[in-house]
C-alpha cells in the first residue's frame, strides 16, 4: 500500500476518537474555535506512527486509538498556541484559530484541545492494555509536551541571534517537533506491550525521523519550486530563520561571508535569497543539511531490524522515507 | 490547630515538590516565568484539601503529596492564562506573568505548568498507591481542567450580557472555580483509598465549598472595608462584573431598576457604586448571596459525617467554614 493510502486508512479511527473527545465542548465559540484547525486537516502521520508501532510490536490497534488521537490534539494544541505567540496567520491555507476567534479564544481552544488530550490517554483501559501501561504511555507523552514548551521558549530566544550553535539549534528542533514523534512511537510500542527493547528502538526511530522531518523542511525552503512549495522559495531567509543551513554556514564561513550572510537575514528583503543560496553553497551547507536528514532517516530504518515483518514494519520503514520524499 | 496554620504545615511538602518538577525547567526565562506566580505566594487550599482528603479516609498522605502539587499547578496555570485573556496587570500583589515576561512568554508558562501538573499525577507510584487509583485520579484531574477552560470561555461569553440566569451563572462558577477544588478532593479521597461512597460526599464537599469560595468572592465586594479587602469595595460592579448579586436582581427587579442597574455596570463610574448596592439591597440580594454561601458551607459540613473523627477530618470542617471567614 502507498505510505499515502496508509495514513488515509489509519486516519479515519483517529477522526472519529477525536470527534468524540470534542463533542461535549461547551460553550459553542470554544467548540468551534477547537475544532478549526482539526478540521482544515494535515497528514496525521503522528497518530499513525502510534498505530503502526502498536502494531508493529504484535500489539491490537485498538488499546491503541485513544493515545493516537491523544498525541494529535497535542499537536494541534501547539500549532494553535505556536501561532499565537508567533502571530501567524495563516496555517493549512486557513486563517489561524486567533485570527478568527481573538487570542483569548484561542489560549483557550489550545488549553482545552491539550486537556482532551490527557483525558483520552487516561481513558485506554481496554482489556488488554492494563493500568501500568497506560501510566507508562502517559509519562511518555507529558514528557514530549514539556519538550514542546522548551523548544518553541529556545526557539523564540534564537530571533535575532547569530551566535547559536549546531549542537544548540539541533536540541531545538529536537525538543520542539521530533520529541512529540517520538512519543508518538514510544507510546504506541508501549500500549502494544512491546520488550524494553523495542520501546527504546521505536522511539529512537521516532526521535530520528523527527529530526529528519524538520531538518527536511529547512532543506526544502532553498531547493523547491514555489508551486510544490505553496508559499515563496527561501521564505525562511526572508523571514530571517534559524536553519540547519544557517547555522552551519555561519560555524564555517569566512568573516565577511558571516557578515553579509547576517546582514541578509536581518534585511528581511527577498531581493537577497539567490545571494544566501549562493553563500550557502559555497560552503557546502545545503548537502550537509540533506546529508543528515538522509542518514537520520537510514538509522531510523535500521533501528526497524529487531521487528518481525509484519505489514506496520514496512509501513514504518516507508515512513521513514516519506520523511524525504514531501515535497510540502 | 488554626486553620491558617493547617495550610501552612501542609504547604511545605507541596512547595518541596513543585520546585522538584520546576527545577529542569530550561530555557532559563521559561524557568522564571514560569516559577513567578508561584513564588509570589498564595493560600495553598486546594493542595491542602488533597492532603487532607487523602488522610481523612484513612491514606497514607505520602502518596498524595504530587497530585497536590498538581492541583496547585493546574491553579496557576490557569491564573497565568486568565491574566493574558482578561488583560489583569497584578496578581497577588505582582505584577502578572505577561507583564512582566510578555504574552508569548506567559502562554508557554501556563502549557509547561499545565505539563508538569499531569508529570507529577503520572509519576504517584508509591507502594500503596495503585497504578489504577492513580488513573482514576488523573481522570478527575483532567476533568476539571476541561471545565476550567469550559468556565473561563463562559465567563468572557457573559461580558456586556445582562440576560445571565442564575442557573446559568453557577453553572459558570462551578465550571470555573468549585470543579478544580472538588477535582482536589474526590482525587485525595481516590488516592488516599476511599470507598466509592466516601469519593463521592467529599467530591460533593469539594464542590459545595468551592461555590461558597466563589459566592463569597462575590459578597466580599460589596460588604467587606477597603482596607481588609485589599481593593476598593464595589470593584465588580466599577467593572460590570456578573455576580450573584447582579444576577439575582436583574431576574427581580422593576423594569426601571433593571434598567439603572445595567445602566451602572456599563458607566464603569465608581460614584455610582453605592447606588448599585441600595438597589441590590432592595431586592434582598446581598443577603440572598450570603445566605447561598452559608448554605452550601453547612451542606459541605453535613458530608462529612460519614467519615471518622480525625484531625483531618476536622481539619476539613474548619476549612469550610473558612470559606466564609476570609476577608479577601
Redesign the interface.
Known sequence: MEILDVLKKYSAGVDREIEKALDT???E??YNASKHLIKAGGKKIRPALVLLTAEAVGGNIEGAYKTAAAVELIHTFSLI?DD??DEDEMRRGKPSVHTMWG???A??A???L???A??LV??T?VDDV???R??KA??TV??A??K???G???D??FEEKFDVGESEYLNMIYKKTAALIAAATKSGAIIGGGTAEQVEALSQYGELIGMAFQIQDDYLDVVSEEEELGKPVGSDIVEGKMTLMVVHTLSVASPEDKEELIFILKSGDESNTQRAIDIFNKYGSIDYTRDIALDNVNRAKDLLDLLDDSPAKEALYDLADFMLQRKN
Open positions: 465542548v461547551d460553550p465559540n470554544l498556541h499565537i505567540m487570542e483569548p479564544m489560549i483557550l489550545g488549553d482545552i491539550f486537556s482532551l490527557f483525558e487516561a481513558q483501559q492494563p493500568a501500568s497506560v501510566i502517559l509519562n507529558v514528557d509536551c514539556i514542546i514548551c522548551e518553541q521558549a529556545c523564540m530566544s
